[in-house]
């Protein structure tokens, strides 16, 4: 498990556009499994825009929701998804 200054080791950091990247750079790159989660960054100015937070995150050390205007939409079918296929959503 990693938490504080090792999590966003410069090494280890990926600019990457999120939809269905995830799943490629874990199944293709790390090689492990494709539910693993990535911690995105956001540039100090735009925190606001992106989550319910505006302060900084030192060392990617809070976790905030996501603000509802930026949320992705499911389906009332894909609501009743479960496991790995829900994740795939």
């Not at 929701?65 to 795939?88: H, M």
Request: charged share 30%.
């Amino acid at each position: 498990m990693e938490f504080g200054p090792v999590r966003c080791a410069a090494a280890r950091s990926w600019r990457i556009r999120a939809r269905r990247t995830q799943k490629i750079l874990n199944l293709k790159v790390k090689y492990r499994e494709s539910l693993r989660p990535f911690a995105p960054a956001v540039l100090r100015e735009d925190i606001a825009v992106w989550f319910e937070i505006d302060v900084d995150s030192t060392y990617l050390a809070l976790v905030a929701p996501v603000k509802e205007t930026r949320r992705c939409t499911i389906s009332p079918a894909e609501s009743r998804l479960f496991g790995i296929d829900n994740l795939n959503v």
